[in-house]
């Protein structure tokens, strides 16, 4: 009788131990991290897994093969500031006010997010996650347009478009790096310190859910390596591009650094045994350069044809993608909040330009075709399905980028019905746009 009720108890002893084993797995399950890496300037041909000759880029290729790769991922901007106001806010850049680039000139630095528009980053703080980011912001020099005011906890790096990857100098030789709101100086090359920086966030923040959005300055001039000397130093006269000659080269190396130092983040995640529950979403914000790889497609950075905006985009989350998927989704960077907020269970009331694109990525579902629109300077385009009308001044183009990717063989006059509704659909989006004050470049 006595065993009998010793066994018993027992039982219970186990069962309790169990359910409490239980909620604690479920507890430290309950939340998904993000990780959201940004490359400058990288181009559609830049990366291994996009067809690249030339850079060896294992990382980015690994978390492809085991992941998903956009191939009609498109930048909001042809560069820079748009884009990541895009990105930021979930909608057009233009409602947050930034159509052009931030300059470094001193007159120019002025402008800045709007402070009307919440940013991923508030999204994520609200929800009790931390928040960190750790490179380039270009949303503005001044000091209410700072990440920490515009939801970050922590940001580290620099608020420029650019600045030297050794002395941390911007397009105009002013020293531009910070922590949080104050400026700061540390040694060490860009890639490399703002890795180091990301890593130590994550550890800090191993046991709480965290949004880590990592803007590398890999690929953006000046085109400088690991072991190269400073170009911008004060009382000196420097080139943008950086003083060396062999600027290919040094091209291919910084990609490698980056692919080099996402392999690190990789590391981190695995070592913290955060694996599991943390995504990583990895995109550029426009296309390349004449010094980089479009692939197939015309056209460079600043211009609206296919090369200035379709870029490279992986997304890596184990538990929920299936691996080595490739998706003909057509996606934007102000996608990109709408989908990470679902995918982290959190809700909100706004409705956003941009829409969640989590079902195409986890299941392969097609998304609502809807009319997209880029417009920069004096370019303008409309997209939808495979059809894209694009003008430039007053020449107008429509292709087919279903078996037109180069975007060679202009359909227009076949088309003309389509091409005048695509183009109410660019007076009303124009009108809905410009109410917004807007700084352009
Ligand atoms: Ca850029």
Redesign the pocket.
Known sequence: MNLKLTNMKLSYILLFVFLISMSCSKEKQKHTNIILIMA??LGYGDIGCYGSKTAQTPVLDKLAAEGIRFVDYHSNGA??SP?RAALMTGNYQQRAGIEGVIYAALDKRIYGISNSQNTIAEYFKRAGYTTGIFGKWHLGYQPEYNPVHHGFDEFYGYVS?NVDYISHRDGIGLLDWWHNADTCYDEGYVTDIITDKALQFMENNADKPFFLYLPHEAV?YPYQGRNDKADRLPGINFEALGSRPDKTHAYTEMVEIMDENIGRVMAKLDELGLDKNTMVLFC???GATKMGDNGELNGF?SSLWEGGHRVPAIAWYPSKIKAGTTSHATILSMDILPTLLNIAGISVQNNFDGKDFSDAMFSGEKLDERPLFWRYRNQWVVRQGDWKYLKINEEEYLFNLANDLGEQKNLLEQNREMVNHFKTLLTDWEKEMNQYKLQTD
Do not use: L, R
């Open positions: 400058d300037d560069v820079c884009t478009g953006h550029s914000d426009n950075k």
